[in-house]
């Protein structure tokens, strides 16, 4: 199997002002076609230092993507460290410098001096074109080892690695097919995940299962890698049966899914409503459901009753109830559910009421506790759930077990 | 000066599904304690390369700051790999596992078996307090060099850095002095920034004045380095005054400071009182206002009228009005914001109403178009807007722009 290898370079990506895409961009590319990536180097304007890289680099991998450092100012070094560690020297190209003149002249721009180093590439080595901006692109071979460099701006990059290096690579690639499948999990952690799939999670395995968890929802990603398509397919998809087997109603979707649009899509089918009365998640999960394009199809109203006489006023929550039980109760989550359920007139409506911290904990009501009702013709179901880390993670994932409740509940 | 170098670890870092912001996250936090990050490498879940990147890393730099790998499944292998990389065994810490162990029992959770795994960390280093989660970090020192290692997620890697990092790092640093300053403009773009500083942002200069956006928001980050930490706080200082002379009523905050966060305070001060009636940005202004601890003391009714009939029922904004000029009009918006203040009875509401896209759009009313309206005691104020790119970008500069109309009525 090729490999490749990526090499990042920029002062601007160590800085930590520019979170770098492009790397991340290549290896999701690169691995769909089958190379995947084994390492990534990030490092500064520096030519000693990306001559470093790229061998380090080329002992990695078959195949190395470096972006960055194409410019035309005096910190764009990709150029002469490519030269030097492909031990060349760097040759003026009269055909590319006519192309970046023509850049300027389509524009009725000067060309400025400085722009004329960009048609020097390594001897021996191709140009490759860049139809959006004035920084060709440079492919060489040494050593059996493919080197490409790209430019760092993420739309000239992705421009260029698509028509220009992609084919390339395809066919470096050869037979090889790889399939990426992804289940998304909701309702426990990370470690029971792992517990619960046991050897499914072997390392070095093939298809490679991998598990990633953000803002509570578990992410196993299916990588199968085989001589054909069909293959490779048939690998993910016996895996994706086996984890759905295990994991049964944990797994809430697929792919990019999120938990919002699983529940939109529910309730479209099954042509229900859902209206939200949110207190301290405070227009969180509103939020969340009206992400999804086509939500108006079945969101209709939403309440933020922050306080206590909104929630009187607009749900017609009882002061006594209230004062009885206090605003973070389960009597509470209930009645601001059936109070929008009822003004609303909707087939489902959410309630939620909590502590979101950092104040407003008392002994028996500590920060993190929220209470989550959905209400529904049949009966009032009412969660209480104790979240922890901070306000913005607590807010989140309250608004987030909200929806996987209401799955589950249109799951029947 | 001492110089730092990140390692990242994790597969899904190499497969492109996870873009990293660790690592700019860190390069930040160092630069701005006069530590900066000289190259990052990012690796996957195996012992060798993990091995070989500490190696280089120490190398590089003085400092190795690692993020990843210490979760309790067979594929963290960062405790491990620190243990070889130090030549030194894994010892189980009886004192870590009790943490784990009371981590599960405070949430009445079972402890997994596998969690155990995160009590071991190699003889003679110093484990790292976790506050929120199981997998402590781990400090070692080896010929001169510090190596950090900490958990891939990002709540509690910076949580961790800060708090157990930070202090030991700052003593390292020693002597320089650095200072950083952040103005955090809205309103303009990022080229008309540029060229209304001008010769202000000159590259090399010492204060180094750095631009970025996010979201709408301009930050420009003052970096002033100094032999002592007065000189270079009157160097970022007066720069910052130069800057707000230029920018006037851009710039809205500083540091790490919200839109959101200083419309609040603003409220707070002149004891003002808010209401949102939303339809296109369907919670997400009330989102960003609840996002801030305390704002139950100036925020405490919101409307998610996401339908025609809910805007009529639940804010009094008339059919007719709605059949004349349309939903999607500055007469809705100022109905839907009225509406909601005579409700609340607040000082302040806001109506937005638009076409979030993609689809809802017609020939006069263009996804992107937004009114939003600002109601008070003297007036309904109403912008029209036009934003551009997709349906969370449009929603969230929305919610923005509101903001900012607010803040400035605020400023009178």
Chains 1, 2 share one sequence.
Not at 105 to 111: A, C, F, I, V, Y
Not at 190 to 218: D, F, W, Y
Not at 324 to 333: L, W
Not at 348 to 370: N, R
């Amino acid at each position: 199997m090729k490999k490749a290898s990526i090499v990042s370079i920029g002062n601007e990506l160590l800085s930590g002002q520019t979170v770098s895409t492009n790397a991340s961009y290549l290896s999701e590319r690169l691995l769909s076609i089958g190379i995947p990536v084994v390492s990534s180097y990030t490092i500064g304007d520096d030519t000693d230092a990306i001559v470093r890289a790229f061998n380090l680099a080329s002992t990695d991998a078959d195949v190395v993507l470096a972006t960055g450092g194409l410019g035309p100012t005096d910190d764009d070094l990709t150029r002469s460290a490519l030269a030097e560690f492909l031990d060349v020297e760097l040759q003026l190209q009269d055909e590319l410098l006519q192309k970046i003149q023509n850049f300027f002249t389509n524009r009725n721009l000067q060309m400025s001096a400085k722009n004329k180093i960009q048609a020097y590439i390594p001897a021996g080595a191709k140009a490759l074109a860049n139809p959006l901006g004035t920084a060709p692109g440079i492919m060489a071979e040494v050593n059996g080892k493919l080197l490409i460099a790209l430019p760092g701006v993420p739309s000239e990059m992705e421009r260029m690695f698509e028509e220009s290096v992609l084919p390339e690579l395809q066919r470096l690639a050869g037979g090889q097919a790889v399939v990426v499948r992804k289940l998304r999990c909701f309702g426990t952690g990370e470690s029971n995940i792992a517990e619960l799939l046991g050897p499914l999670m072997q390392r070095g395995s093939n298809p490679l299962i991998n598990c990633t968890a953000k803002h509570g929802v578990i992410t196993l990603t299916i990588n199968a890698i085989a001589e054909d398509k069909d293959t490779a397919r048939q690998m993910a998809e016996k895996d994706v049966k086996s984890l759905r087997d295990k994991l049964g109603e944990l797994v809430y979707g697929t792919e990019e899914q999120t938990l919002a649009e699983v529940v939109g899509k529910k309730l479209s089918q099954q042509k229900k409503t859902i209206a939200v009365a949110e207190s301290c998640t405070g227009g969180c999960l509103a939020k969340l459901l009206t992400d999804i394009p086509g939500a108006s199809g079945y969101f209709t109203y939403g309440w933020v009753t922050y306080s206590n006489s909104a929630k009187t006023s607009e749900l017609g929550v009882g002061a006594d109830l209230i004062e009885k039980y206090g605003v973070v109760s389960e009597q509470v989550a209930c009645a601001m559910a059936q109070g929008a359920r009822k003004k609303a007139r909707t087939g489902f409506a959410i309630g939620i009421t909590g502590i979101a911290g950092p104040s407003g904990a008392t002994e028996q009501k500590p920060v993190g506790l929220v209470y989550i009702s959905v209400d529904s013709d049949n009966e009032c179901e009412t969660k209480r759930c104790l979240f922890s880390y901070d306000r913005a993670f607590i807010r989140l994932r309250a608004a987030q077990t909200a929806l996987n409740m209401l799955r589950l509940k249109l799951d029947g």
